[in-house]
């Protein structure tokens, strides 16, 4: 059983910085993947990054290169999201998710967090 816990949201203007952080319980935090899904209101949770679990280059959603940067610090079980130069259309609930998984689908995680909302004003 892994348990997640997301911090780091909040209110930003476009352009800003928000770095998201994912706390996981459990002592095989290495032997997952971790992974970044957002939801807007109305919309499907969709992917947004993912760093794997057996290393080489994480994966980012195409609308979130080069802005976003996702790192993991095993040794304090935790994930994080480095947001820079924010857009409105960034603006969802942030959810962090755990999987023994190459995928970059929901379905593919097992374990998720509560979310965490991040929304960007214009």
């Known amino acids: 059983q892994v348990q997640l816990v997301e911090s780091g949201g909040g209110l930003v203007q476009a352009g800003g910085s928000l770095r998201l952080s994912c706390a996981a319980s459990?002592?095989?935090?290495?032997?997952?993947?971790m992974a970044w899904f957002r939801q807007a209101p109305g919309k499907e949770r969709e992917f947004v990054a993912a760093?794997?679990?057996?290393?080489?280059?994480?994966s980012y959603e195409d609308s979130v290169k080069g802005r976003f940067t996702i790192s993991r610090d095993n040794a304090k079980n935790t994930v994080y999201l480095q947001m820079n130069s924010l857009k409105p259309e960034d603006t969802a609930v942030y959810y962090c998710?755990?999987?023994?998984?190459?995928?970059?689908?929901?379905?593919?995680?097992?374990?998720w967090g509560q979310g965490t909302q991040v929304t960007v004003s214009s």
């Open positions: 459990g002592r095989t935090f290495n032997t997952y993947t």
């Open positions: 998710a755990a999987g023994r998984t190459f995928a970059r689908g929901v379905n593919g995680y097992t374990y």
């Open positions: 760093d794997w679990w057996s290393g080489g280059r994480p």
